[in-house]
């Protein structure tokens, strides 16, 4: 695992998006997975800048996002779809057919975690896997447990999850309690990996990871079993 200490959000975030650039450019066609949330928010702009003034090109790249609410209508002002394509899809040249998101609409959530994962897997797997660290240690919607579901799943939030996520909601009772999500096995077979790590919130979470102690109540802590793994982070410790 490359750690990498940067002094502020908006320079790591610069770092974030020179990587995945470096991997665009590096292939002509390539499959990228994508995280929502608020820390990859610096990344996804410079990446659009980038697009803008020529320097990469997303019309050949094809995108799987790691997770989604369920359920929840795709329009609804909190969903990973809407949130998407507001915050870097509708700023780059993607072609819309190679966008694949988690549908949380369907009435049949465990038919749909199924179909994911086939098309991740038609799809070749993903080359480059972008995650964020969340407070409890989640990635995507992989919370903390006694075991963990290695493909794409229906996944129960945990109450600390629900608290956190209550702020983009009117209310809690509106906050979902299931999201679909990629499995750690998913993630882990992806040929790269390129982790953001961003808030004093996330500094005793990302303490653990630095014990190298690999446990199913961390499940940030897997990433230790994938060869080619990049940490970017602004957290003092």
Partial sequence: MNIQYFEDYNVMSKKAADIVASEIKARETMVLGLPTGSTPLGMYSN????????????????????????????????????????????????????????????DDAILESMEYEKKLESAGGLDLMVLGLGPNGHIGFNEPNDSLVSGTHVATLTQSTIEANRRFFNSIDEVPTLALTMGMGSILKAKKILMLASGKNKSEIFKKILEEKIETVNPSSFLHLHRDVIVLTDIEV
Avoid: W
């Fill in 47 to 106: 990446l659009i800048d980038m697009n803008k003034a020529g320097k990469i090109d997303f019309s050949k790249i094809t995108t799987f996002n790691l997770d989604e609410y369920y359920p929840i209508k795709r329009n609804h002002p909190q969903s990973y779809y809407k949130f998407m394509f507001d915050n870097f899809f509708c700023g780059i040249n993607i072609v819309a057919e190679n966008i694949n998101i988690p549908n949380g609409e369907v």
